[in-house]
């Protein structure tokens, strides 16, 4: 390759290797898997080595990939958070070998020995104890300069908030996420219709780095001690000695580790690895080789970014072809109507797969999949199996195409793609396959607001089939209920009371219930005040619709969707029938006294809850928005007050708590006076 071409791919490698590093290290959103990132770099480090005089201190083969992320305080690593140098062929591997026989005869050392280990596929971060107390931990960063991840680390169990001896020592770990919690998470996320996570050290990585530590307690992060970064008061020879220490002291210390004397008994490490890598509870990305001599890796050294003393041998991805045998479509909870692949049986990395997640319509359209296809298969991350793309060549004519459903699967009401989204979605209130969460919502607070109806009694009224549609609600009686729990009459009496109350809401409540798509509180309440009943709203046209404010056409389209489906019919009957309000009642107040005024509520509000405090403001006229900005006029803060209250003192705006806010509320119409001052 002449210069000029060789520069040119340098520069183009440089920049898809640090747009991919960012969203690996950074964002923890991965484009790309690691092998493929792996040969870009790999690329790379051949061209920069044939042509040296291109190399730049910039250049990720020079650097760690890392930065501290913004929110995070800034720690800065006394012994550095290296990255190694990895190798993918065990004739690397020998060349690595030699290389260290032969610095060891130049050194007059008689005998190497090294240790085998596997290389978790997590986020590294090291932990420093004082007088045997954990008091810091960190992310690696960019090696030099880490995140200090503290209170997220204390929310990992395996983390020792003590350790036997009362000495001053930082190790270093991976933190990870094990295959089966890691397959919960995902299966939960897909059920909720969350984005997933790409694999399990993604998640564990963006675990780790959440600003906010109650969410990263409720993440299944473990962790690995590896390495002693720094100790004080004690030596030690070697690091498998170090090891032994580190267990002794309660670290969970990284699980496989096989100390080796030869060539030949380091490569059988690396292939027991890669063999057993299906049966470990955690992922790997590779085996690590280190020098097990302390002193010799001393006199060996480091560069600026890889010790000289270790290498990572890295796993190929294993891809195995079957056949596409059919494509089926599933409904979640949301109603979005997922489809499915139906594999020929194939084992790949260790496990038998038989059916995966094809995403959506645009998936199978990229990589133009029909039914009978043969497909190449492989595990994204060693965990999620994944179709890699079809084999095109090998089709015989009987193939078929795949089209998504115009109705839905479960319930047959019709199935639509809104623009801009890439889920197809049910659009049935009765689909049994949405049942629940729309369930959980009709009953919730800012809906028809029916207190002591939870998941977990929704789950069992459920189970009991004494629900199977979102009317039943209100046809169930004293001794259902009172059946659900022990000695539960109370309870019976008290949910009875609740359902009976709810069948008075607001107009505005049932619309919010209803779970239209993009139909929110605000936007119920704005509906409910033009069209005041819900046969008014059922009826109205697509061009009313849009012209309503805070609506516009894809909200109006939504509208008119639900509207259509019989099952809505047969739902709005029923709740008539059950004597659940459908009709706006309330009066409009005359009282516009916060006309022209905008809100904002912060903190905890002792006397009623931050929806009760919005209708009233709302209903004298005023507005409530999110965020301080400097169009607001007043902050209401109740307690615990947080940044919204030190906004607003920076921008110099007028903050009136809960008692100087009644105040306000009290004179006037007394059909706003707090039920409760």
Known sequence: M???????????????????????????????????????????????????????????????GGKVKE???????????QSLQDVFSFEEVTEFLNRIEKQAEENGIKEVTYVVETKIDGLSAALEYKNGEFVRGATRGNGLVGEDVTENLKTIRTIPTQIKDKIDITVRGEVFIAKKEFEQMNLEREENEEELFANARNAAAGSLRQLDSKITATRPLDIYIFNVQKIEGKEFNSHFEELEYLANQGFNVNPVRIYCKTEEEVIK?????????????????????????????????????????????????????????????QVGRTGVITPMAILEPVVVAGSKISKTTLHNEDFIKEKELMIGDTVVIQKAGDVIPEIVCSKKEKRTGIEKKFEMPKTCPVC????????????????????????????????????????????????????????????????????????????????????????????????????????????????????????????????????????????????????????????TEHLLQRLK?????????????????????????????????????????EKFGGKVSGSVSKKTTYVLAGEEAGSKLTKAQDFGIQIISEQEFIEIIKWGSKKWIIKHP
């Open 71 to 81: 929110g995070f305080k800034k720690v800065e690593h006394e012994v550095p958070l």
């Open 412 to 567: 047959g009401a019709t199935a639509v793609r809104e623009e801009g989204e890439s889920a197809i979605r049910c659009t049935g209130i009765e689909c049994p396959a949405k049942l629940f969460r729309n369930l959980v919502h009709f009953v919730s607070r800012e809906a028809m607001n029916i207190d002591g109806l939870g998941e977990n009694i929704i789950s069992q009224l459920q189970e009991n089939g004494l629900i199977s549609n979102i009317a039943d609600i209100y046809d169930l009686t004293f001794e259902q209920i009172a059946s659900l729990k022990k000695n539960g009459t109370k309870f019976a009496q008290n949910l009875i009371d609740s359902i009976n109350k709810s069948k008075e809401n607001e107009l505005y409540r049932l619309i919010t219930a209803l779970g239209i798509r993009h139909v929110g509180v605000k936007a119920a309440k704005i509906l409910a005040k033009k069209y005041k009943s819900i046969d008014n709203l059922s009826n109205a046209t697509f061009e009313s619709l849009s012209e309503t404010n805070d609506v516009g056409p894809i909200v109006a389209n939504s509208i008119k969707e639900f509207f259509c489906q019989e099952q």
């Open 269 to 329: 490490a690396i292939e027991k690895i890669g063999k057993d890598r299906e049966t470990l509870t955690f992922g790997i990305d590779g085996a690590v080789v280190k020098v097990d001599d302390l002193t010799f890796r001393e006199i060996l050294g480091t560069t600026s970014k890889v010790p000289k003393w270790a290498v990572a041998y890295k796993y190929p991805p294993e891809k195995k072809e079957t056949i596409l045998k059919d494509i089926i479509c």
């Open 577 to 617: 029938n059950a004597g659940v309000n459908t009709i706006e009642e309330v009066e409009e107040s005359t009282d516009k006294r916060f006309e022209g005024k905008i809100f904002v509520l912060t903190g905890k509000l002792e006397k009623f809850t931050r929806d009760e405090a919005q209708d009233i403001i």
């Open 2 to 64: 002449e210069k000029e071409k060789a520069q040119k791919r340098i520069d183009e490698l440089r920049k898809k290797v640090e747009y991919h590093a960012n969203k690996y290290y950074n964002e923890d959103n991965p484009e790309i898997s690691d092998f493929e990132y792996d040969m870009l770099m790999v690329e790379l480090k051949n061209l920069e080595k044939q042509y040296p005089e291109f190399i730049t201190k910039d250049s990720l083969t020079q650097k760690v």
